[in-house]
C-alpha cells in the first residue's frame, strides 16, 4: 500500500529536475491538457493530400418575391365600447357567434358583455329610483292607486263614465252595432253585448255578414231587429266578425273591439273609442282609467315640442318652466 504514494513522490522529485533543465517544460501539465494527461499523448495526425474537388456552382434561383402587407388603415372612430350604441350595433353578432359556434371562449365573450349591459341596466335603475323620489311629477306609478280600495274606486269612477257616455250616446240617437255571422263565437259575443244592453239601456242594432240569424230568441228580442250587411261592412273597413262598434247617426262608427271579448273587457275600452268621437273629455278619459284626479303629471305641465336640442341642460330647464321642482 506504501508502494504508490512512494512512486507518486518520486515522479514529483524528477519532475522537479527536469524544470531546471529545460524552462519550456516548466508548464503545468494542467496547461497541457490538449496534448494529453499525464503519461499519455497524441500524436498529431497528418491529413493526406487532396486532390480538390471542383464543386458545382449552384444554380441561380429566380428571386423570390416578397409579399408587402400593406399598412393597416385606421379605422374610422366608431361608437365607444359598452355604449348603448356600441351594444346595439355588435351585440346581436357576439350573440350568433356563440350560438352558431359555441366553444368556451365565443360564449364566454358572450356573456362577458351581456353582464356589463345588464350592470348598467342595474345602475341605470337604481338612479331612476332615486330621480322618481325627487321628482313625483315623473313617476306614472304615482297616477294610479294599486290598492284593493283604490281598484274599487277606479271601477267606480270607469261605471260612471260609461254611463256618460252612453246617455249622450242615447240623445244623439245613438248606439253600438254588433256585427256577426254564423260562428260560435259571434255567439259568444252577443252574450257580451246583451250584457252591456242591459246595464247602460243601450240600442244594440246586429248585422249579419253572412245573412244568417242569431239562434238565441231570449238574446235576440233584447236587440233591435236583425239587418243584412249588404256591404255596411266592407264600408266602414270592418275586418272581420265578430265586431262591435260604436255608432252615431249620421256617419260617424268607431270599432270598439273584435273577437270574443268579456262584458268587462270591452267596457274598459269604450271609454277611450268616445273620446276618439268627441263623447268624453280627456280628463273624463283619465279618470275611467283609474287615474287619480290631481295626481302629479309631467306630461301635462311640461311642453318638450320647443327644445332647442336634446342636451340634458336644455330638457330640465323646460321641466323647471313647467313647474318641475
Do not use: C
Amino acid at each position: 500500500m506504501k508502494f504508490l504514494p512512494l512512486m507518486l513522490l518520486a515522479m514529483l522529485v524528477v519532475q522537479s529536475a527536469n524544470a531546471d533543465v529545460n524552462s519550456s517544460s516548466a508548464q503545468r501539465f494542467y496547461d497541457r491538457h490538449a496534448e494529453g494527461w499525464f503519461w499519455y499523448k497524441d500524436p498529431k495526425k497528418v491529413k493526406p493530400k487532396s486532390e480538390p474537388v471542383e464543386t458545382a456552382k449552384p444554380s441561380e434561383k429566380p428571386p423570390v418575391e416578397v409579399l408587402k402587407i400593406p399598412e393597416a388603415v385606421s379605422a374610422a372612430p366608431g361608437p365607444a365600447p359598452m355604449s348603448i350604441e356600441w351594444f346595439e350595433k355588435n351585440f346581436d353578432e357576439i350573440q350568433s357567434r356563440a350560438m352558431d359556434n359555441p366553444t368556451h371562449e365565443n360564449v364566454a365573450a358572450f356573456y362577458a358583455v351581456h353582464q356589463q349591459m345588464m350592470h348598467r341596466a342595474t345602475k341605470f335603475a337604481d338612479v331612476g329610483q332615486q330621480v322618481l323620489l325627487q321628482y313625483p311629477e315623473l313617476d306614472p306609478r304615482n297616477r294610479f292607486s294599486t290598492s284593493v280600495s283604490g281598484e274599487k274606486q277606479r271601477r267606480v269612477a270607469a261605471n260612471q263614465v260609461n254611463q256618460a257616455i252612453f246617455t249622450k250616446l242615447r240623445q244623439q240617437n245613438g248606439g253600438i252595432m254588433f256585427f256577426y255571422d254564423n260562428s260560435n263565437f259571434s255567439q259568444q259575443m252577443a252574450d257580451t253585448v246583451v250584457g252591456i244592453a242591459r246595464r247602460f239601456d243601450v240600442d244594440i242594432q246586429p248585422i249579419s255578414i253572412d245573412g244568417s240569424a242569431i239562434p238565441d230568441q231570449r238574446i235576440k228580442g233584447l236587440m233591435l231587429e236583425s239587418i243584412a250587411d249588404e256591404g255596411l261592412s266592407e264600408m266602414l273597413n270592418i275586418a272581420f266578425s265578430p265586431a262591435i262598434a260604436i255608432a252615431i247617426p249620421p256617419d260617424r262608427v268607431q270599432v270598439v273591439a273584435y273577437g270574443t271579448l268579456s262584458t268587462d273587457r270591452v267596457l274598459a275600452r269604450i271609454p277611450a273609442t268616445a273620446n276618439l268621437m268627441g263623447l268624453i273629455t280627456d280628463p273624463e278619459l283619465r279618470i275611467a282609467k283609474g287615474e287619480v284626479p290631481n295626481a302629479p303629471n309631467a306630461a301635462l305641465r311640461t311642453d318638450l315640442t320647443d327644445i332647442k336640442n336634446n342636451s340634458t341642460e336644455e330638457i330640465l330647464r323646460a321641466l323647471k318652466n313647467g313647474g318641475l321642482r
